[in-house]
């Protein structure tokens, strides 16, 4: 009934298909914003704007003018929730007709809690410049689905982990404006895998796992306008992109598509992270409060495939959107020991109805935070935040197929919905001045 496969390369660059990386967390698809607890308090409204070590990693004209050795430090544990639900989900095997794809209908929690560190230091060469060194995790996350999930044809286990080093310099060219750039340098690890449909449906599936780790580099460069009483910052993160050198293992296929198990050393995927452009705004309305403002475009349209080198040679499609979030928030000092603080933020997701799969189980969301910080001496400050991420429900619908172009192609309908998704993400950290 089937012609067989007749080329181990063959089949594997047909089943490549499923890949792709996701992640509902603090930000936007899988990046991370959660990189200061100060800034978590007020929903990250005016980083770019703020000073020293902790909005490193927004802005480094952060750090131009600063007087004192100065370190900051957080942990962020993030604890998401929500329903990936099957809706109705086709799969039609060679010469069947279309069949419900089958499987634990309700994916509950599939992405993982985590726990997200960072840091940034920084040091005055003179009074007019700074240098320092942020380490972060900007794109990192970790989803699960069960074996017998109905989504299990384009999600199984997926790993992402980045640790962005990004050593920084400031300057102050005028007692207005503060210039900052920065080189970063990235290490990444992925891991992805799925399962694969055999010709029936009573034989046991068949997996295809993708691993791979490589380091890249990209730059940030900022402005920041100094007053009396207001701050504006203006920055610029650029897109990166990595190139993760690993294995590529398909393996339970049996019958006419047993010649598809494959184990390749060697592979390599690359991919684009989005840049960001970041606008943001301090206000000092009185002397106790502060007004925050910051806008972030990202370009997210830079990750429109994953594109897999030779032997395979295949473009795997994301086509992502630009994307933007929006944050407003305030600081309130009670005393001089004691600040308060508080801030919203909408996001715009760049997964796009149509093309929405389960292992990007994104949508748009808006964001409730509050934190504060208190003055525990005159070199030590502590910083405390919770925010509540609420996802709005969306659809999982992208149509993908399993052995595309070849006789065995296994076309899979994805219907599905993401419900009552929500994160809660604490944070806290400390600030040091030596």
Excluded at 349 to 377: E, I, K
Excluded at 391 to 411: E, K, L, M, S
């Amino acid at each position: 009934m089937f012609n067989r496969i007749k080329a181990p390369l063959l089949g594997a660059t047909a089943l490549v298909s499923a890949f792709g990386f996701a992640g509902i967390a603090h930000a936007d698809a899988f990046y991370l914003e959660a990189q200061s607890a100060r800034g978590a308090g007020r929903a990250f409204s005016g980083e770019a704007a703020d000073t020293g070590p902790s909005s490193l990693w927004w802005n480094p004209a952060a750090i131009a003018g600063i007087t004192d050795p100065e370190a900051a430090v957080s942990a962020t544990a993030i604890l998401p929730k929500g329903d990936v639900v099957d809706n109705g989900t086709l799969i039609r095997r060679p010469g069947q007709a279309f069949a419900p794809v089958g499987g634990n209908a309700v994916s509950r929690d599939p992405i993982n809690n985590g726990v997200l560190p960072s840091g940034a230091i920084a040091y005055p060469v003179n009074d007019r410049i700074a240098v320092g060194l942020a380490i972060t995790s900007p794109f990192s996350f970790t989803t699960d689905y069960d074996a017998n999930s109905w989504a299990r044809y384009s999600a199984d286990k997926t790993r992402l982990r980045t640790i962005d080093i990004q050593p920084s310099i400031g300057v102050v060219l005028t007692d207005w404006l503060r210039v900052g750039g920065a080189l970063n340098v990235e290490y990444t690890d992925a891991y992805l895998s799925n399962a694969l449909p055999n010709v029936l449906a009573s034989l046991p599936d068949g997996s295809q796992t993708l691993r791979g780790h490589g380091w890249d580099f990209g730059w940030t460069a900022g402005v920041q306008l100094h007053n009396k009483i207001a701050t504006v910052g203006i920055s610029y993160k650029s897109s990166i992109e990595h190139t993760l050198t690993g294995n590529l293992d398909i393996a339970g296929l049996v019958g006419p598509l047993a010649a598809s198990n494959v184990s390749l050393s060697g592979v390599q995927a690359k991919f684009r992270t989005p840049g960001q452009v970041i606008v943001a705004g301090r206000l000092r309305a009185t002397n106790a409060l502060t007004l925050n403002a910051q806008v972030v475009a990202y370009n997210w349209s830079k990750f429109d495939a994953i594109r897999l080198g030779a032997p395979l040679n295949v473009a795997i499609p994301e086509t992502y959107r630009d994307s933007w979030s929006l944050a407003g928030g305030v600081d309130y000092a009670v005393g001089p020991k004691v600040t308060l603080r508080a801030g919203g933020q909408r996001t715009i997701t760049p997964t796009q109805d149509g093309l929405r799969d389960a292992r990007v189980p994104d949508s748009n969301r808006w964001t409730y935070a509050a934190g504060g910080s208190y003055q525990l001496n005159r070199h030590i400050a502590l910083d405390a935040a919770a925010s509540y991420v609420d996802f709005d429900n969306t659809t999982i619908d992208r149509v993908t197929a399993a052995y595309a172009g070849t006789a065995a192609q296994t076309p899979v309908v994805t219907n599905g919905l993401l419900r009552n998704a929500h994160a809660v993400v604490l944070s806290m950290g400390a600030r040091v001045t030596f």
